[in-house]
């Protein structure tokens, strides 16, 4: 998949990471940009086409969809982050916020645009997950479960799309340097590096990506339960 004249769609595109997506993918040569956000005046960035975008809401989705008729790339980068365990008070409706819009969110996009990148010879479906898909912690505890179902969605839409052409790769970093992990003490990638291994990935036709060396350390230590304990402990 090469992004030299293609049309992508970045979905939570206003800030961030899903800002940087549509930075380069720009700098790539796209055809044309669409950048998804819930409130499209946040969207500032030249070059691009700003698209009113809530990935929970079904009629906005829809109209994203009747809008980008011609879809080669879509990036599900949208999401959300709160800090929390599993066992207070709130964790239900907290875990389900996750859900609704790492996980639902994610699907809703996926299932509405298959058909449209299937008319442009399969395309190509990124999505944005974490290392915390793989081991999860209590501070980001509801986090942790809807990007590990995110994981397990994106390997799925993988086997179903594959007879479309459609290639479909899943994105693995730790903390990256954005507003959403504002406030956390811990080392940080930058995210125009995360951005430039992800496009690469995807132009070399990559299932899956880890860009930082925390996500490459856990994703090789799966195996092992000593090291997920360690982990766990910390």
């Given amino acids: 998949m090469k992004l030299e004249n293609a049309v992508v769609l970045v979905t939570g595109a206003n800030r961030g990471l899903g800002l940087e997506f549509a930075k380069q993918a720009l700098e790539r040569g796209a055809r044309r940009v669409y950048a998804g956000a819930r409130d499209i005046a946040s969207v500032k960035l030249a070059g691009v086409e700003p698209i009113a975008l809530d990935v929970t809401k079904p009629e906005q989705v829809k109209a994203a969809v009747e809008r980008i008729g011609d879809l080669s790339v879509l990036i599900n980068n949208a999401g959300i982050a709160r ?3 599993l066992l207070h008070a709130g964790a239900q409706e907290q875990l389900q ?3 609704n819009t790492n996980l639902f969110g994610m699907l809703n996009l996926s299932q509405a645009f298959a058909p449209v990148l299937a008319r442009q010879g399969g395309g190509a479906l990124v999505n944005v997950l974490s290392v915390i898909s793989m081991v999860n912690s209590p501070m980001l505890a509801a986090y942790g479960v809807s990007k590990a179902a995110a994981w397990s969605l994106t390997n799925g839409l993988r086997q179903e799309l594959r007879e ?3 290639q479909v790769m899943g994105v693995h970093a730790g903390f990256i ?3 959403l992990t504002r406030g956390f003490d811990a080392p940080k990638s930058r995210p125009e590096d995360v951005v430039r291994q992800t496009l690469d990935a995807l132009e070399a036709g990559a299932l899956e990506v880890f860009v930082d060396e925390v996500s490459r350390q856990v994703h090789q230590a799966l195996s092992s339960s000593v ?3 360690d982990a766990l402990a910390r």
Avoid: A, I, R
Wanted: no cysteine; glycine share 20%.
């Fill in 83 to 85: 800090v929390g365990g």
């Fill in 97 to 99: 916020d996750h859900l």
């Fill in 164 to 166: 479309q052409g459609t």
């Fill in 177 to 179: 340097d954005t507003d």
């Fill in 227 to 229: 090291y997920l304990q």
